[in-house]
């Protein structure tokens, strides 16, 4: 009876987080396997090309329906989406299908499509590459972006090869986002364990003060702070004007657009999330112990390493990986407050879906970073002896 | 017990979802997008605001900062709020192609007449006309820059500069600072030798470049300090100077000039409202009202006589503006946005 009344007060959060989260995550991350713009605009063309094969000649079949499909998707702007896809793959297809696809509704009924008509348009909508690009294409998964979101592509023959040094830029990013992510984290672990330790220790009334002030960047909005930054760490700004009157620097520090802002504003962003939970364990660890070794003999250093520190690893753990986790997801942050060099993950799934409109490597390369999130999770979990996620 | 359980949980979540499932289909008002900032307050003020007072239909502006993929996402997941945007040349024609936009009708909009050649297109109409210049800041010492090829070099003039994260208008200001003439501009800019080129010109500044995306922010940088040189609406510069006390200069010497145009989105349940707002917009009195807090040049052929000549100095249409600077052309960008989009995001990543 009690496990059925537990049951019954979890389901509505358990109803919540399955309609509001996990289902559409599920099906924005399957975005990046699935082909949905050439099965949808040339279903004619895929048909006459089912069973053939790339060392073949293309039949002639494939050129009546490829027109077939232009004058069918006239209606709906999906070749448009489809002739877009294809030129991820095939520069400069976009453009020859647009005009094409012009030609072909202008000329009407009666006219014979076949391989002279389209040669004329232009020879790339006669190749035996650009037929392979489309049957690939038209299945209903494949894993373009995937590979993709990894600098990889196939060609047109189908091998696996890098994407050309120009185009190569994911897993530099990738690499950067960690970078960053870490950078913050060990920064707001060194800033925020003193204060944690100082909540502990102090008396309630002082504990009660530093809590509300470290609660309070909760308040205001993260844009609002970041901007604030901006003020500060503009080169006639604040600091800087401050720094300069009292003498110590000659000349304005760069302190924004650049890394250094970047790791300052998102360290002060996350600070309280690396506070909230390390407070929640160090509070449990009882005072007495400290003074116990320090009766056995154990110097402050030694004490503090060999009984507070193993005692305090769990919410470290937790604060971290609260942190890290939150930290390689931001986008906003480094965008405002950091140079061209800064930018991480986050930014270019946002400039894919609101750019472009590639919602296929936006989620290629989301499902790259939650891949990454989970293994380096499983990781801490597995160093800090399963107990990462204790938070006292 | 365990299925009663699942049973009992089953049901709870449909009646969740039962609750929050059919869309709670509101009757929304009219809504029209435009870019935010100065730009946007002068057209509430001259534009939104007297529609509403003449016809009574109830009237939201938003903004936003452009990309296709918005307008993109919005009409393919049926999920769409914007009835009337204001769009940069090449979206007008790239959404136009891809169906993401209604066929305007001229005669509902004020007639064919009524417009400067060139600024009305099959799914667009033309808003305002403007030009990206070279901004400084006038204020501080030193010579002043005269051209883009001043903007390329660091040697002469130190310091950082800002452009707008997108291959768009800077591939252009980069072949015209090596030194291509403007009417071979896109010409060069087709071939492949031409775009390595421009990406070869802004290596040489790559570690001196900032980028902004919102067309406030350029005016801010220059105000700080951060960068001595950017690229930016002239609007935008004039604005500044006259309301905030800033002393920036604008370089108008091989300047871009560019047209943003209304459109109507696709399958908007407010068609007639949204046509009849354009033409309110498009009215000679209204496009000249604008001008003095925003100096963009109108496309209503008869506007230009209502507009105070103290201010024809500062607009692009006027002649030694315009003998000096670059069209763009939006042709272009359709079939080449993406490719170069995607390229530049490589390179703009990359350290």
Known sequence: ?392 | MSRHKWKTAGFISLVMAAAFGPAIVQARDLTVVSWGGECQDAQRRYMFGPFTAETHIPLVDEYWEGGIGNLRTRIRSSNNTWDVVQVEAEEAAIGCEEGLFERIDLSMVGGADRFLPGTTRECSVGAVIYNVVLAYDASKEGKKPESWADFFDVKTFPGKRAVRNGPKWNLEIALLADGVPPDQLYKVLSTLEGVDRAFAKFDSIKSDLLFWKSGAQPKQMLAAGDVVMSTTFNSRITASNENDGTNFGIVWNGSIFTMDSWVVMKGTPMLAESLKLIEFMTRAKEQAAIVPLNRTGPTNKSAIAEIPSRYLADLPSNRANLEVSVPDDPEFWIDNFDDLNERWSAWAGNN
């Open chain 1, 1 to 392: 009876m009690a496990r059925y009344r537990k049951t019954f007060f979890l389901m509505p959060l358990i109803g919540f987080l399955l309609i509001f989260f996990v289902v559409p995550m599920v099906w924005f991350l399957s975005y990046a396997v699935r082909e949905t713009e050439v099965p949808r605009a040339l279903p004619r063309t895929l048909e006459a090309l089912s069973h053939w094969q790339q060392d073949q000649p293309v039949p002639d079949t494939a050129f009546a329906a490829l027109a077939g499909d232009m004058i069918e998707a006239a209606n709906s702007g999906s070749m448009a989406d489809a002739a877009r896809r294809l030129n991820y793959e095939l520069t400069g297809v976009r453009s020859a299908l647009s005009k094409a696809s012009r030609v072909v509704r202008r000329a009407g009924a009666g006219t014979d499509f076949d391989i002279d008509f389209f040669n004329a348009i232009d020879p790339v909508l006669t190749s035996p590459a650009f037929f392979a690009v489309v049957k690939r294409a038209g299945n209903a998964m494949s894993d373009h972006y995937l590979l993709a979101a990894v600098d990889l592509q196939r060609t047109p023959a189908g091998a696996v090869v890098r994407a050309p040094q120009e185009n190569r830029l994911y897993l530099t990013v990738l690499w950067r986002t960690l970078e960053i992510a870490c950078m913050v984290t060990l920064a707001c672990l060194f800033l925020g364990f003193p204060v944690a330790v100082l909540l502990t220790t102090s008396s309630e009334k002082v504990a009660d003060t530093i809590l509300v002030l470290v609660m309070l960047p909760f308040w205001t909005s993260l844009l609002v702070r970041t901007t604030a930054w901006i003020v500060l760490l503009q080169k006639e700004g604040i600091i800087n004007g401050v720094l300069l009157s009292l003498g110590l620097i000659a000349e304005p520090l760069t302190m924004i657009f650049n890394r250094t802002g970047v790791v300052i504003a998102m360290t002060h962003v996350l600070l309280p999330f690396m506070i909230l939970p390390l407070y929640g364990t160090l509070k449990a660890i009882p005072r007495g112990y400290m003074r116990a070794a320090a009766s056995l003999g154990a110097r402050p250093f030694t004490a503090f390493h060999r009984v507070y520190l193993p005692l305090a690893a769990p919410g470290i753990a937790a604060g971290c990986i609260m942190v890290f986790i939150l930290s390689v997801g931001y986008y906003v942050t480094p965008a405002l407050v950091g140079g061209p060099s800064d930018q991480m993950l986050s930014a270019f799934v946002a400039n894919y879906t609101t750019g472009t409109g590639n919602w296929g490597l936006a989620s290629a390369l989301g499902l790259i970073l939650l891949i990454v999130t989970i293994i380096l999770y499983l990781l801490a979990q597995r160093l800090s002896g399963g107990r990462a996620i204790s938070l006292g």
